[in-house]
């Protein structure tokens, strides 16, 4: 059996998210999911040993096919730029399923203007 060469963007947003579903639950956490079709969060977490909760908006890797710069990441946009600090990334790779949580800047180093 061969493995789909594509997914439409609905499919593969689906399925990155859950892989990231799954990737919360093996870390013990409980795991909450958006129930409409769009929203700043696609999933919250909980910790119930800590109490932390965690706001998440999931994105699908993608890699640059040709030139240059050929199979490093694409970096892809947030929803929405109003909640930056309070929302966190966790970037999945469908071909090989592995789960990357995204990093955290201070806000000072991530609006500053460079120079």
Same mark, same amino acid.
């Given at each position: 059996?061969?493995?789909?060469?594509?997914?439409?963007?609905?499919?593969?947003?689906?399925?990155?998210?859950?892989?990231?579903?799954?990737?919360?639950?093996?870390?013990?956490?409980?795991? =909450? /999911?958006? #129930?409409?079709?769009?929203?700043? !969060? +696609?999933?919250? %977490?909980?910790?119930?040993?800590? $109490?932390?909760?965690?706001?998440?908006?999931?994105?699908?890797?993608?890699?640059?096919?040709?030139?240059?710069?050929?199979?490093?990441?694409?970096?892809?946009?947030?929803?929405?730029?109003? =909640? /930056?600090? #309070?929302?966190?990334?966790?970037? !999945? +790779?469908?071909? %090989?399923?592995?789960?990357?949580? $995204?990093?955290?800047?201070?806000?000072?180093?991530?609006?500053?203007?460079?120079?």
């Amino acid at each position: 059996m061969t493995e789909p060469t594509s997914f439409d963007s609905n499919t593969k947003g689906a399925t990155s998210e859950s892989i990231a579903i799954t990737y919360f639950l093996r870390k013990g956490l409980h795991v =909450f /999911t958006n #129930v409409s079709r769009s929203g700043p !969060v +696609d999933i919250i %977490t909980f910790s119930s040993i800590t $109490g932390e909760i965690k706001l998440w908006e999931v994105k699908t890797e993608n890699y640059r096919l040709s030139g240059p710069k050929k199979g490093s990441r694409i970096g892809r946009n947030r929803r929405n730029t109003k =909640f /930056t600090d #309070v929302i966190n990334m966790i970037y !999945v +790779d469908l071909k %090989t399923q592995e789960v990357r949580e $995204g990093v955290r800047y201070e806000k000072s180093i991530r609006r500053s203007s460079g120079g």
